[in-house]
């Protein structure tokens, strides 16, 4: 997509290309580099209103076995596709990102600010992704701080000011934070799934599930926090601190997930997860109604417990929808939650702990489940009377229904 005249560029509009095409299926095709590639600086003159794109009722791409394409399309390109509904990778096994910034890098200034004030994706529904060995992630966002910011209080200004922009904008985004379905399947170069910087903007979510996932440490990824709080420079008398901007509270507010339509959440086969949750994130789980983790051998609770204020730490959780908890083959799980608040799960019909050696307490605090019976284990049902602390890899026939 490379027009031969700026000149004429700039004074007509080029013909649309490929106008009606809606889907685009493209299996084994092993010397493909690139599914599509624009000079930016070409196509994107300044035009009022806007150039319209090709494949601009483009709904579904579904992408195999193309071993040498290192990424799918840039934040560019992606403007265009705003009718995009479903995006599918299988078995690309040089696949480093869905979205780069690497076509974008070379463009004009003008060109990069014109996606900035555009909603990305509004009506994706799934993104799935499977077995893609080499996807560090979705999109580089990260990576793009990371090349370009060392942690320090001049930069730390500079994160200030962009989340800011991002604010007001909605500028700072994530491939992630739109669709209805997220399905991800052998990506082992994952650390992470959910960048911090779309947490916030999940709302859209109704259906996670994560299978061998091998390298995944968080699910929620909080990373950029952690090392903002830790590693800023405040000795530096070339900028502020961290500590003395509102930046913390920035930060914070973007980085809890916003899971108000999260019905369910599958986790299976990621080894060195430690949990699932963090405690600032439960509030919005209020439509959960099956979470399922199985076959994570380093994971020792569901929801990790943070630093709370006092109103906190009193605060009584809620799942009221929540109907099904299987926990399944946890070697080292020792709790759902270690805090001391109370747990209501009015809905709750199915509960399974199973294999789980380690296991102490479900949480410190206490646990209401007025429709739950018992428990399925591996030795059978346990009865409620002898409440929801056991050691479930011994037989207690007394206890079993």
Not at 65 to 92: E, G, H, T
Request: proline share 5%; aromatic share 8%; glycine share 4%.
């Amino acid at each position: 997509m490379d027009s031969q005249s700026g000149r004429q560029l700039a004074t007509t509009q080029p013909p649309l290309l490929l106008p009606y095409l809606q889907t685009i299926d493209l299996y084994a095709l092993k010397k493909m580099s690139h599914v599509w590639k624009c000079n930016w600086n070409r196509f994107l003159i300044r035009h009022h209103p806007p150039l319209q794109f090709p494949f601009q009722n483009l709904t579904d791409i579904d992408l195999g076995a193309c071993p040498k394409i290192k990424y799918l399309f840039s934040p560019l390109m992606a403007k265009y596709l705003s009718n995009l509904k479903s995006v599918r990778i299988n078995d690309c096994s040089g696949m480093e990102e869905v979205i780069s910034r690497r076509d974008d890098e070379t463009t004009t200034s003008a060109s990069a600010s014109s996606y900035q004030d555009t909603a990305f994706f509004p009506h994706l529904d799934t993104l799935e992704l499977r077995s893609l060995p080499c996807l560090k992630c979705i999109d580089d966002e990260k990576n793009t701080w990371s090349r370009s910011n060392k942690i320090s209080s001049i930069v730390t200004t500079t994160i200030h000011n962009h989340l800011q922009r991002a604010q007001v904008t909605g500028s700072y985004w994530s491939l992630c934070q739109y669709p209805r379905k997220i399905d991800i399947y052998k990506c082992h170069g994952l650390s992470s799934l959910i960048p911090w910087y779309a947490a916030g903007q999940m709302k859209r979510l109704q259906e996670l599930e994560i299978e061998n996932c091998s390298r995944m440490r968080e699910v929620f990824e909080n990373e950029l926090m952690n090392n903002n709080s830790n590693n800023v420079d405040e000795g530096s008398g070339a900028g502020t601190s961290l500590t003395s901007l509102p930046l913390q509270n920035i930060i914070t507010t973007l980085a809890v997930p916003q899971l108000f339509n999260l019905k369910t959440v599958v986790i299976y086969e990621c080894d060195i997860l430690t949990h699932i949750f963090t405690f600032n994130t439960l509030k919005t789980l209020s439509h959960l109604k099956q979470l399922k983790v199985k076959r994570c051998k380093t994971i020792q609770v569901i929801v990790k417990e943070e630093n709370k204020t006092s109103s906190e730490e009193e605060e009584v959780v809620v799942f009221p929808n929540l109907e099904t908890l299987e926990l399944d083959r946890l070697p080292n799980l020792k709790s759902f939650f270690l805090g001391m608040n109370d747990f209501r799960c009015p809905s709750l019909v199915t509960l399974m702990i199973n294999d789980c050696p380690k296991w102490v307490v479900f949480t410190s605090g206490q646990l209401e489940t007025p429709k739950l019976k018992y428990i399925h284990t591996s030795y059978g049902k346990h009865n409620l009377e002898h409440g929801f602390n056991f050691q479930v890899h011994k037989p207690f026939c007394l206890n079993c229904l």
